[in-house]
């Protein structure tokens, strides 16, 4: 096991990530939520591949019909035994990651904001391309112009919430069809509508939220604050 990756496992990460990206859990569900209905994307059975401490699950529970079934895998021991205090009878937890599933299968798979993390992500997403009929990513966009200029986000990402790769919305689109999807939808959000939001995304909500009213893409690439949401399905 690599030094970056078992930082997942000996509780490294877990002792500066004590929330598991919870406090904007509820934010991300509502996105998944909006695109699942306006897209029509079936999900009697809904996966999500590192899910932390299972909180995107729980908030999307509470929204979708009672009939659907929902599994959430988890390869860090911190966030799974999190998650697992919210189990139910149809919301499961499993503590392992993607190269230990073989032969799950899942209408919706969700994958938010992970393979970032992942040192080869090429080979996760091609694994993940096995699991599920479509897919719903959500891409934190770090490759913008403020946050390489200033240097210091850059690593901040990088060795408190574990970012290894750093996209902007061409390259995140690209990585997905090189790994065997096709890219239904894309849409971004908004970091500054986040729980997770910095001082500085305070700061910049009011002319990032103008400027991206008319220039989305540019904004984007030159401000900073978004990431992607993407439905997707397996070719």
């Known amino acids: 096991m690599s030094t970056v990756a078992k930082r997942y496992q000996d509780g490294s990460y877990a002792s500066q990530n004590p929330g598991f990206g919870d406090r904007d859990a509820a934010w991300k569900a509502g996105h998944i939520l909006r ?3 306006r897209n029509s994307i ?37 966030g799974y035994a999190k998650a697992l205090a919210t189990r139910n009878a149809r919301l499961d937890f499993q503590n392992c990651g993607i190269e230990e599933l073989a032969g799950d299968h899942f209408d919706l798979v969700l994958c938010i904001d992970v393979f970032e993390h992942v040192e080869d992500y090429f080979t996760f997403l091609r694994k993940l391309a096995t699991l599920g009929d479509q897919f719903i990513f ?24 574990g970012h290894l790769h750093y996209f902007d919305r061409d390259t995140a689109l690209a990585a997905l069809s090189e790994c065997g999807f096709s890219v239904i939808e894309s849409v971004y959000t908004f970091g500054g509508e986040s729980g997770y939001s910095s001082v500085f995304y305070a700061l910049m909500k009011l002319p990032r939220r103008l400027l991206a009213s008319l220039f989305p893409h ?8 978004f990431s992607l949401l993407v439905h997707a399905q397996a070719e």
């Not at 401490?53 to 929902?70: M, N, P, S, T």
């Not at 891409?139 to 919430?161: E, W």
């Not at 540019?218 to 604050?225: D, F, I, M, S, Y």
């Open 138 to 161: 959500h891409i934190p966009l770090d490759m913008n112009a403020q946050m390489i200029l200033r240097g210091s986000p850059i690593l901040r990402v990088r060795n408190k919430v």
């Open 218 to 225: 540019w904004t984007a690439r030159a401000l900073g604050g």
């Open 35 to 37: 695109m699942i209905r």
């Open 42 to 78: 079936p999900h009697t059975t809904i996966a999500e591949v590192g899910c932390g401490g299972g909180a995107i699950l729980v908030h999307l529970q509470r929204e979708l019909e009672k009939d659907v079934c929902l599994t959430g895998y988890e390869p860090m021991p911190e």
